[in-house]
């Protein structure tokens, strides 16, 4: 036992040694970036950039050099947006741009001339352009793109490299930058983490329930050798039978992420190309939604997958293509810190599996078998082990790396972010922010992003495609607004003297 523990230090101590020497080679003094941060950065590949891309219109237009003069008094107190990002043999290390320029970062863009009247659709063009451009690793890994004359304002396109940080960190981020938002909270610097037994430690999670808990995990140079212990932190586990419960869970939820047979074969999956495309649809008011799922007993979100895979479905169909019984797997993102950290930056989020039922016809039972599904990976350690596995993957090689992460594109068709914003529209520089939408980045081969966001009384659908697997997102994005029709109408319709939601 005293052998073993000497030599895990002393693995430990040459870790440590081998990374600060690494660092002082190059003539590096910044922070390490984390294994999961790491995992992303060297994740970009020629058919998927890992970009967050995001588009504001505002009403009415805004000034360049205003913009400039609030990003460089909210955003840059934020040092991952003045650092960039150097690799070297174990990793890398955030350091200070000492050329950095607000102008490369900041940058005015025009529409063309021949696109007015449809300027939305120029504006969705510009954003599938800006997807697949490489930010440059020279300098901080974020862009903006200002186009000051816009439909009777501004737009504005903002690219920020998945590396810096996650879809929560980074709207919480943003909205720093809105009128009366607030800088970062002033913190205590601490010493960065170098070794795969740190990255876990801190993270408080918060997946499907309301129990808290912390993650203590391990991992070895190649694989993940163990999730030690997951424990309620305020509680703790008092017997063994809690333990055994949570053993048991964490077994089978790792056994179900690495034994889900391969998606379904339609033409939204394959070999995606070098080219994307965006679209989104007006927002449905978020009061229906609501008024949908309290008659059906079910929440808000359960109706809105259920009318994305009501427009997949229809979508694929309207291609002539049979989806009858047909099933697609999506990727959905959850949440794996507290809120109010949100403003720490960093990757702190895990993956959920969720099937989507895309051939089912009658839109009460859809409602009901996704709130089925979602219910079912409550409580799940999914999200937990998905997050270590991009841990272990940041300890690896980039060609092993890239091995182990195929496993989620082969059985998965689309990554799906909700996100839940503000009740009321926002103010930038005295104007309104109108409308808000962004996508995360699809790694491997998934070709295909859709993206639900609530923001100022509305739902708002957008979709990011691979040009070879879906050409034209719109014929899809003109699907979900007609699927949350046909679910209300046949809400409305329902026996509502004989009918009982069930529980």
């Known amino acids: 036992m005293v ?42 590949s020629p058919s998927n950039l890992m970009m967050i891309v995001g588009v504001w219109t505002l009403k009415p237009g805004i000034r360049y050099e205003d913009l400039c003069r609030r990003v460089e008094e909210r955003l840059l107190k934020y040092a991952r947006f003045r650092q960039r990002a150097v690799e070297d043999a174990t990793g890398a290390t955030w350091v200070e741009d000492a050329e950095f320029d607000i102008e490369r970062h900041i940058v005015r863009e025009k529409l063309p001339r021949h696109a007015r009247g449809h300027a939305q659709s120029a504006l969705q063009d510009r954003v599938g352009e800006l997807a697949m451009q490489p930010l440059d690793h020279r300098h901080p890994l974020w862009q903006m793109h200002l186009v000051e004359d816009y439909d009777g304002g501004s737009a504005l ?17 943003t909205m720093s930058l809105v009128d009366g938002g607030a800088p970062p909270p002033e913190r205590k610097r601490k010493e960065a983490h170098t070794g795969a037994e740190d990255w876990i430690a801190e993270t408080l999670i918060k997946p499907f329930t309301e129990m808290t808990v912390k993650a203590l995990g391990a991992a070895g140079e190649s694989a993940a050798r163990s999730l030690g212990m997951l424990r309620d932190p305020q509680k703790g586990l008092a017997g063994s039978l809690d333990l055994a ?56 979100n359960d109706v809105l997958l259920s009318c994305v895979a009501g427009a997949i479905g229809e979508y694929l169909k309207s291609l002539g293509d049979e989806v009858a019984g047909l099933e697609i797997r999506a990727m959905i993102p959850i949440n794996l810190r507290p809120l109010e950290h949100a403003h720490k930056l960093g990757n702190r989020f895990g993956l959920v599996p969720l099937v989507l039922p895309i051939g089912m016809e009658n839109p009460i039972e859809r409602v009901y078998e996704v709130r089925r599904r979602m219910n079912a990976l409550k409580g799940s350690t999914q999200p937990l082990l998905a997050f270590g596995l991009l841990a272990v993957a940041g300890l690896l090689i980039k060609p092993a790396q890239e091995a182990m992460l195929s496993l989620f594109g082969k059985k998965t068709t689309a990554v799906m972010t909700n996100v839940p914003g503000p009740r009321d529209k926002l103010k930038l520089l005295g104007s309104t922010l109108e409308q808000s939408m962004f996508w995360v980045p699809q790694s491997g081969d998934i070709g295909l992003g859709v993206s639900i966001l609530s923001y100022g009384g509305g739902v708002q659908f957008g979709v990011i495609t691979d040009t070879l697997l879906c050409p034209d997102p719109q014929k899809m994005i003109d699907e979900f607004e007609p699927e949350f029709a046909k679910l209300s109408l046949v809400t409305l319709m329902l026996p509502w003297d004989t009918f009982t939601p069930p529980n």
């Not at 396109?157 to 981020?173: E, F, K, Q, T």
């Not at 995606?272 to 008024?291: F, H, M, N, Q, S």
């Open 157 to 173: 396109l903002v690219r920020i490299h998945h590396c810096i940080a996650d879809g929560i960190a980074l709207i919480s981020v």
């Open 245 to 300: 419960k949570l053993a048991y869970q964490v077994v089978t939820d790792a056994a179900a992420l690495a034994l889900m047979p391969d998606d379904s074969k339609t033409r939204l999956k394959g070999k995606p190309g070098t080219a994307k495309r965006v679209a989104w649809c007006e927002p449905i008011p978020l009061d229906e939604v609501k008024a949908v799922g309290k008659a059906l007993n079910c929440s808000i």
């Open 3 to 44: 052998t073993r523990i000497v030599a895990r230090k002393a693995v430990k101590a040459v870790r440590k040694n081998a990374t600060r020497a690494a660092a002082g080679m190059l003539g590096l003094s910044g922070e390490r970036m984390t294994k999961v941060d790491t995992a992303w950065l060297r994740m970009d």
